[in-house]
């Protein structure tokens, strides 16, 4: 058999590979810093996009927002996909109890490890904790094959009444990959996991 050969075959199982399992380096960042990753002018271009989910005893509306945008030339994200998400029930109440959520779990693929911060080695996920919307972020971030779980710092809750309840910061990451429609889930404290439309890359 062929170097050539080989050489095929072994990217061939490279690609098909799953993402590997286990904790993922999450770091808090400011915007607009966070954008010169993306684009020289540290300004980009984005697409977003929201997903609604009910929880029992909730009223109003709960929503992920799914918010992607592209690498330009220059950057150091340059050709690759920028994803974030926010997890929002600022327009959700309860009607008896409280509902919360405290997890996201999104079929993501690969990650492309870079430098968010300026500081220390290459990251993983990265938390808008300046200068944007948003007031509980990430206490960790899990990979098991491709799926990605997001666990709050503390849990997103609904309010007593419409325009009271949390919203989490924006937090996200970068793949090689375009952007496909998914469905993702919602762990509910106490209750189920909840499907909510979402888009990750089409790894």
Known sequence: MSKKLLVCIAAAFAAAAPAAAGPLAVVTVAAPDINCVFNTTCK??????GGD?????????????SRTFNGAK???AAGKRGYMYRMNLTQA????DIPCVNALK???GPIVKLQYNKAGGLDDVFVVTKG???TVGLASADQTGNVITFNFSKPVCAGG???KGDTSYFFGLTSNHAPKAITAQVQVVGGPL???AARAPNY
């Open 106 to 108: 999104v079929d993501f």
């Open 194 to 196: 909840v499907r909510v």
């Open 44 to 49: 980009i271009t984005v697409t977003d996009s």
């Open 93 to 96: 109440y309860g009607i008896v």
């Open 74 to 76: 220059g950057a150091p």
């Open 132 to 134: 944007g919307l948003g």
């Open 53 to 65: 989910f009910a929880i029992p005893g909730m009223a109003g509306t709960a929503r992920l927002q």
């Open 161 to 163: 009444s419409p325009g």
